[in-house]
C-alpha cells in the first residue's frame, strides 16, 4: 500500500520556522516530481512548491517565494518543506503529493499554524 505521511507542522509565532516532511512508502517516488500543497480553512487547496526528479530544479507559488524552500532526498524517499519567515497567512493544513498530485496519494496532511 501506497502512503505518503506528513509530518513537521506546529503551532509557531509570526516570523518563525518549521521544516515538513514527507515520507513515501509502498513505491519508490525517485522518478517522480515532488509537490507541497496547502489548505486553509474555508479555501481549495493550493501549490505551494514543487521539486524535480534530481532535486535541482524547483518552482514556487508568488507567496512563498524567498521564505520557503523545497528539497528532497530520493534514498530516504523523502520530501521537505523549510518554512520560514511565517505568517498568519501560512496557516493551513499542508499536503504533499507528487505533481501534478493524484488523488490516491493524498495523505491526512500536517497542520501548520501561525499565530501570536
Known amino acids: 500500500q501506497v502512503q505518503l505521511v506528513e509530518s513537521g507542522g506546529g503551532l509557531v509565532q509570526p516570523g518563525g520556522s518549521l521544516r515538513l516532511s514527507c515520507a513515501a512508502s509502498?513505491?519508490?517516488?525517485?522518478?517522480?516530481?515532488w509537490g507541497w500543497f496547502r489548505q486553509a480553512p474555508g479555501k481549495e487547496r493550493e501549490f505551494v512548491a514543487t521539486?524535480?526528479?534530481?532535486?535541482?530544479?524547483?518552482r514556487y507559488a508568488e507567496f512563498v517565494k524567498g521564505r520557503f524552500t523545497i528539497s528532497r532526498d530520493n534514498a530516504k524517499n523523502t520530501v521537505y518543506l523549510q518554512m520560514n519567515s511565517l505568517e498568519p497567512g501560512d496557516t493551513a493544513v499542508y499536503y504533499c503529493?507528487?505533481?501534478?498530485?493524484?488523488?490516491?496519494?493524498w495523505g491526512q496532511g500536517t497542520q501548520v499554524t501561525v499565530s501570536s
Open positions: 503529493n507528487i505533481d501534478p498530485p493524484e488523488a490516491r496519494f
Open positions: 509502498g513505491r519508490v517516488f525517485s522518478w517522480d516530481s
Open positions: 521539486v524535480g526528479v534530481s532535486g535541482r530544479t524547483t
